[in-house]
């Protein structure tokens, strides 16, 4: 279950959709439809298929409309749990399995970016960089809380014509042992 739920966060489209229905506790394919203008209807229905099937997703309720049934969809097991499951392990293998796909989906993303026609780096204000800080873990525990606070204050943001989809990766390394 933690490699599907793994492929899920580190596909783009997959990621948005699971994150909605988790900070909303269940959705429908229209609310994430609506919520998601620019994804195309296939590729939702088509993603909300492979993560029902997968066991990521349930339907939680089934409402008759028109002729169809809508379904609405929740999580099917409680992610936090699986992700500490996986810190339960403690395996570096695993760990580093997981970093992997974690950078294949955000390097994947990039790569398609950087193949568009229309790419134009300065205007996107697209970029990445390293800041080595000696931090105690109380100061990083802090940054990361402070960090959190200002992107979970623009998650609840809706698309329009001024606001672009953007994806921010944070990753925070080990501390790195040199030999005296």
């Known amino acids: 279950m933690v490699d599907k739920l793994m492929d899920c966060i580190t596909n783009p489209v997959k990621c948005r959709l699971l994150l909605e229905i988790h900070s909303q506790g269940e959705a429908t394919a229209k609310h994430l439809s609506d919520t998601y203008r620019d994804i195309p209807p296939a590729t939702l229905y088509r993603h909300l298929k492979k993560m029902l099937s997968d066991g990521i997703l349930k339907v939680v309720k089934e409402t008759q409309i028109r002729g169809t049934v809508e379904k609405t969809y929740a999580l099917a097991s409680n992610v936090n749990s699986e992700m500490e499951t996986m810190l339960e392990e403690n395996s570096g293998e695993l760990y580093m399995q997981y970093f992997m796909q974690y950078m294949m989906g955000f390097a994947e993303q990039f790569q398609r970016y950087c193949q568009s026609p229309d790419i134009n780096i300065k205007k996107d204000m697209t970029g990445f960089s390293l800041s080595p800080l000696y931090l105690s873990d109380q100061e990083l525990t802090s940054l ?37």
């Open 144 to 180: 990361v809380t402070d960090i959190s606070h200002v992107i979970n204050a623009a998650k609840d943001n809706k698309p329009d014509r001024e606001r672009k989809l953007r994806t921010i990766g944070i990753i925070i390394s080990p501390e790195e042992k040199r030999e005296c």
